[in-house]
């Protein structure tokens, strides 16, 4: 039902039932919030977003209060603006006096505020919040002392992620947002996936850095340091260069990357293709075998690492395969040194990924063979514009260059990687040729695309059917793991991404992303596939050679040997 509110004298229509925020946003109207999240049950916790209601004696939070037939609102009354502005000077009145150093700087939502409200004094003097520095996660860096209590990330960990890492410590002025018994974060169920960066307004939570280490490298004549990027990275990097969502730059990344001085730059995508061969041999194995079904995908680390803490029973059902940066860093420390006569102690292989929990992936012992591990370091996308800005790289002044063969060459189908449901379609377009010999009847598959939390297809090759799920955040997924715990599951295949729209809404990826950019960063993906000439990963030549000439066959002792691990019950110490 419709109906009409008064707001700053103005008549405007608003449904019955709807918050005062919502229905100001639909008209043009912005109302300041630090706490309030979309499609988050809203708290009215921080106050920024008060307004005053005629015949209210207090200031009313917008983003709880419903609105109500002929409301009368002043959203910027004098009274409101001194409100808002003395809750952000609260707020600056012992935050650390830091922002030239901080990790947001320019890109934080405290500093926009105190902009936006002409906040140019120190009105209230307050004692400095003071805590150290929690290093101690190989992917996250927590900083208390400028966290200014939103909740937004405690949220996203427990209503999105059911992860339940941190939660509010103590009370009164003494609280603090932290892990139980208030330990370092190496202690908790933190799954390192990022998503609690994403949301966090200030540089309270931020990634590991690891351009310190890449740069030390780089400037190593004894190193040659090679460098492979994400499937999503290349339709997301451009944001932070001020260019609209979705738009592919891989070229211009290649020959940014060659400017600052990699030796070899190539596409993870490449690997893509090599999981699909895997993981598509796999599952044809255990359903004629009669295998540990459903087959469960392994390529999202944080899922990995929440599974072993939370499901150690579904562990054997997980897919033995590694993800495309580990599968392509194995290959870079086994066969291509024998190809390009590299010593592989002296390769330094680095990984540009759209996900934090990739730093904590590539340190994993199981990722570390004969004293080398397949990966030396990972930076994420946000990282990576750091690195291209530090280097004085104009991205609007450079060619598109290729990426270095053998590995620059991949097909569409290990692309769509980075989209949630990407890997479940790539797997569908060349099992009918790995279970018998023939090209797919489809391509596409609509149903596995979008942002939505579950999704299903099947696909008859033979006479055997295969039924496939998509889960996309892992709110999504406790129901289908309860009841594949409990042997009621029908599926064959299961993919899981930890975050919802898979990659290309990484925790390393651009922060302060809106849905439409995450949609239109999939669209872009997508788009390559439909303009791409090798669509099929088992249509990829150099990976046909690499079976040939290294590998052997897919689930063979070769392969398995480099391309494949296990993993095992996690305990959580908090």
């Given at each position: 039902m419709v109906v009409?509110?008064?707001?700053?004298?103005?008549?405007?229509?608003?449904?019955?039932?709807?918050t005062i925020m919502s229905a100001l946003e639909s008209v043009g109207i912005k109302i300041p919030s630090i706490c309030a999240m979309k499609d988050f049950t809203p708290t009215?916790?921080?106050?920024?977003?008060?307004?005053?209601?005629?015949?209210?004696?207090?200031l009313v939070p917008s983003c709880s209060q419903p609105v109500n037939e002929w409301m009368k609102i002043k959203t910027h009354s004098p009274r409101v603006i001194k409100a808002r502005k003395t809750i952000v000077e609260l707020l600056l009145s012992n935050h650390p006096d830091d922002c030239l150093y901080c990790e947001r700087n320019v890109n934080c939502e405290l500093q926009t505020l105190a902009e936006e409200l002409n906040v140019r004094e120190r009105r209230i003097m307050g004692k400095k919040n003071k805590y150290k520095l929690d290093h101690s996660s190989p992917s996250i860096v927590r900083d208390p002392s400028k966290c200014i209590l939103c909740g937004r990330c405690v949220r996203v960990c427990d209503e999105r992620l059911s992860v339940f890492a941190i939660d509010f410590v103590n009370r009164g002025n003494r609280t603090i947002i932290g892990t139980a018994c208030n330990k370092d974060l190496n202690f908790s169920s933190c799954i390192n996936c990022g998503q609690c960066i994403m949301v966090c307004p200030t540089g309270a939570l931020v990634e590991k850095d690891s351009i310190a280490?890449?740069?030390?490298?780089?400037?190593?004549?004894?190193?040659?340091?090679?460098?492979?990027?994400?499937?999503?990275?290349?339709?997301?990097?451009?944001?932070?260069?001020?260019?609209?969502?979705?738009?592919?730059?891989?070229?211009l990344i290649n020959a940014a990357l060659r400017k600052i001085g990699f030796d070899k730059i190539f596409d993870t995508s490449f690997a893509a293709d090599l999981v699909v061969m895997e993981m598509s041999h796999e599952l044809m194995t255990r359903k004629k075998q009669k295998g540990k079904l459903p087959l469960i995908s392994s390529c999202c680390p944080a899922w990995v690492k929440y599974a072993e803490q939370s499901y150690p029973e579904l562990l054997p059902a997980l897919s033995t395969c590694k993800s495309p940066q580990q599968m392509l860093g194995a290959i870079l420390k086994t066969w291509y040194p024998q190809v390009s006569g590299t010593d592989p102690g002296n390769i330094?292989?680095?990984?540009?990924?759209?996900?934090?929990?990739k730093k904590f992936e590539a340190q994993r012992e199981e990722m570390t063979k004969k004293g080398l591990s397949d990966i030396d370091a990972v930076i994420t996308t946000r990282e990576l514009?750091?690195?291209?800005?530090?280097?004085?790289?104009?991205?609007?002044?450079?060619e598109a260059e290729e990426a270095d063969e053998p590995y620059g060459t991949r097909s569409s189908s290990g692309k769509i990687f980075g989209?949630?449901?990407?890997?479940?379609?790539?797997?569908?377009?060349?099992?009918?040729?790995?279970?018998?010999?023939?090209?797919?009847d489809r391509i596409k598959y609509p149903e596995l695309r979008g942002i939505k939390g579950k999704k299903e297809a099947s696909l008859k090759t033979g006479k055997t059917t295969y039924r496939f799920a998509v889960i996309s955040g892992l709110e999504n997924a406790?129901?289908?793991?309860?009841?594949?715990?409990?042997?009621?599951?029908?599926?064959?295949?299961?993919?899981?991404?930890?975050?919802?729209?898979?990659?290309?809404?990484?925790?390393?990826?651009p922060v302060g992303a809106e849905e439409n950019a995450v949609r239109a960063r999939m669209k872009a993906l997508y788009g390559i596939d439909e303009s791409e000439i090798i669509r099929l990963a088992h249509k990829n030549p150099?990976?046909?050679?690499?079976?040939?000439?290294?590998?052997?066959?897919p689930l063979g002792e070769k392969s398995i040997s480099v391309l494949h691990t296990n993993y095992s019950e996690r305990k959580v110490m908090l």
């Open positions: 009409k509110i008064e707001v700053n004298n103005k008549v405007i229509k608003a449904r019955r039932g709807e009215g916790a921080c106050r920024m977003c008060v307004v005053e209601i005629e015949g209210r004696q207090g280490e890449v740069e030390d490298a780089l400037h190593n004549k004894e190193k040659t340091v090679v460098i492979q990027y994400a499937p999503s990275v290349s339709v997301t990097l451009a944001e932070t260069f001020g260019v609209k969502p979705g738009r592919d730059i891989s070229g330094f292989s680095v990984a540009v990924a759209p996900c934090t929990a514009a750091k690195l291209i800005k530090l280097y004085g790289i104009d991205m609007n002044q450079i989209s949630a449901g990407g890997m479940t379609e790539a797997v569908m377009r060349t099992l009918p040729y790995i279970a018998g010999g023939r090209e797919p406790a129901p289908l793991l309860e009841a594949i715990r409990a042997g009621n599951c029908e599926y064959d295949f299961v993919e899981i991404m930890a975050c919802a729209g898979g990659c290309i809404n990484g925790g390393g990826q150099v990976i046909n050679e690499l079976y040939r000439d290294f590998l052997g066959e």
